[in-house]
């Protein structure tokens, strides 16, 4: 297994300001690793610059400054090596479910036949559940079925590393759910290297191996870097049981409605941006002779999705 699969060197992103005369960082100076085989996730404010890390992650957008190496190349423009998930599904509003997924298929194998796509491409809308949907277009399915394509399009191409920007955002509870769980499934058996952002802090402890934490925009940066201290073994019904549960959903909330901003206003803490602090959230066992700690009692009841940050 290679420690920096994907590697994140020294990444900024800077835009023309309102007066056209200045400079809007957005973030400066990131730096990160994603080991391979790894479920990485990021967290942070909206506007903090998570999307445009993805998006130059998948070659579509450039940096001011740094690089990105992945998969022992450098990232220079988009690669089948790295499949996008995008909040909308961006299907071809006028081809079937299956046809959408050939045409990845196609492009990723030019010499195949149209029988061995056309296999190739059923067993991974089997694969989401929706070989019954196969010839039903994008305005004939729901908002599930049609990200469920656009997760099979991606993973037909059996890409190296995957790449999701709230791929489960727009749907409703329930969805997002099944979706995690297939997600959680097939990633047992792929083993992909995943790089995925999102707002929900719990959709992040089920799937993540480590959550990078970003401070708030603009001028952001890694706060750290969290290492998910639940069993790898997790489900949706039973991780909340474990001792570690709440004390790495607090640490992560804790982030996001405090830390976050003020980390951001500067908190007068030195820190190393190739290093960012790697954290380990865990249950504290009591001192000798103080009182037992519960973990229970220190729940947080601020809402999992928060997008908006903090006043
Ligand atoms: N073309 C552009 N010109 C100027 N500023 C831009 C441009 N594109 C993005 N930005 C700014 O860059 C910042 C980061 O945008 P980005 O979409 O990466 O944020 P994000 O963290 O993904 O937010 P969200 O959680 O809302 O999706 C934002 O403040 C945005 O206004
Ligand atoms: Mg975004």
Not at 293 to 303: F, K, N, W
Request: net charge neutral.
């Amino acid at each position: 297994m290679t420690a920096n699969f994907i590697s994140v060197q020294g990444l900024a992103k800077r835009f023309p300001d309102h007066t056209g005369k200045g400079e809007t960082v957005v973030f400066d100076n990131v730096w990160f690793d994603v080991a391979e085989g790894e479920f990485f996730c990021v967290i942070g404010h909206s506007g903090c610059g998570k999307s445009t890390i993805l998006n130059i992650l998948a070659g579509l957008d450039q940096p001011s400054a740094g690089t990105i190496v992945a998969g022992g190349t450098h990232v220079e423009g988009p690669s089948l090596d790295r499949a996008v998930i995008f909040q909308g599904h961006a299907l071809m509003p006028w081809l079937t479910a299956l046809a959408n997924v050939e045409l990845a298929v196609s492009s990723r194998h030019p010499d195949w036949s149209t029988g061995r796509v056309r296999e190739h491409a059923m067993k991974f809308l089997a694969l989401v559940h929706l070989d019954h949907a196969s010839g039903k277009k994008p305005a004939q399915l729901s908002g599930g079925m049609r990200q469920r394509v656009g997760i099979a399009r991606a993973l037909s191409i059996e890409p190296k590393i995957l790449l999701m920007d709230e791929p489960f955002s727009a749907l409703d509870a329930l969805t997002r759910g099944s979706l995690q769980d297939e997600v959680l499934e097939m990633r047992a058996r792929t083993k992909q290297t995943t790089f995925m952002i999102t707002h929900d802090v719990d959709e992040a402890m089920l799937l993540a191996d480590k959550i990078l934490l970003m401070t708030n925009g603009p001028n952001a940066r890694v706060a750290e870097i969290v290492e998910n201290t639940l069993p790898k073994s997790r489900s949706r019904t039973d991780m909340h049981k474990h001792p570690n549960y709440y004390p790495l959903r607090n640490h992560l909330i804790d982030f996001l409605v405090t830390r976050s901003a003020a980390m951001a206003k500067g908190d007068g803490v030195a820190f190393d941006p190739r290093h960012p602090p790697i954290v380990r959230p865990v249950h504290a066992v009591a001192a000798v002779g103080g009182p037992a700690l519960s973990p229970i009692e220190s729940v947080a009841r601020a809402p999992t999705d928060l997008s908006k940050p903090a006043a």
